[in-house]
């Protein structure tokens, strides 16, 4: 805190800082570890308690019609427990919705990401999604009998549904790098993001 004081950076771009750190370990986690995901949600959650300035968030909520959808939604979760016929399931059906809800809460309050910024935790999503399907692939080269009869098991990280849509994204992400003009990317990293789409897309083929 003492060297942050000398170096005079203000609390307000320091917490947008780690703002920014919160979320580039959030898109890493997300394919890879669920236990650090929850690590970096809980990150984000305590930077933004911190940051305070509650009056603003305020505000910045009432002026975004998506944040009280969001809300909304929880609620309806929420109040489904008072009639639910399996409360246990309903508690899970909340606890899954409620980090939905807290991230929408801290992205619609927080200071808008710029378009650098964003294309970077897109690219850093796409490459930890590469990295997770390259160890499935190992794993699966790797496997017992019992898993090569049953490729679907060659998730390791998360159910095959859900990975499969994360390589969806990160295939589109990657492949509109490369070729839209607006965020073209320097003439070495072309092919090899054009060939981890293509690696990517085949794996999709499979689950």
Do not use: D
């Not at 917490?15 to 580039?24: D, E, Q, T, V």
């Not at 890879?32 to 959650?45: E, G």
């Not at 399907?133 to 098991?153: P, W």
């Amino acid at each position: 805190m003492y060297c942050l004081m000398e170096l005079n950076v203000p609390r307000r771009q320091l917490h947008h800082y780690a703002f920014l750190f919160g979320l580039a370990f959030l898109v890493c986690c997300l394919p890879l570890s669920k236990y650090l995901l929850s690590i970096a949600q809980f990150f984000l959650v305590a930077n933004w308690l911190i940051e305070e300035n509650f009056r603003q968030k305020y505000r910045n909520f009432l002026q975004k019609p998506a944040l009280l959808l969001f809300a909304s939604l929880f609620l309806v979760y929420a109040l489904s427990l008072l009639y639910s016929q399996n409360l246990e399931a309903g508690l899970v059906k909340v606890k899954n919705v409620l980090p939905v809800l807290v991230l929408a809460l801290i992205f619609g309050t927080s200071e808008p990401l710029s378009k650098v910024h964003t294309k970077w935790l897109l690219t850093l999503f796409s490459i930890a999604v590469s990295a997770a399907a390259l160890i499935c692939i190992i794993r699966y080269l790797s496997a017992t009998e019992a898993l090569e009869n049953n490729f679907r098991k060659i998730s390791v990280f998360m159910n095959h549904v859900v990975f499969s849509m994360m390589i969806n994204m990160a295939v589109s992400v990657l492949l509109f790098f490369s070729f839209y003009n607006r965020y073209a990317i320097s003439g070495i990293w072309k092919p090899v993001f054009i060939i981890a789409a293509g690696i990517l897309t085949a794996f999709l083929f499979f689950l």
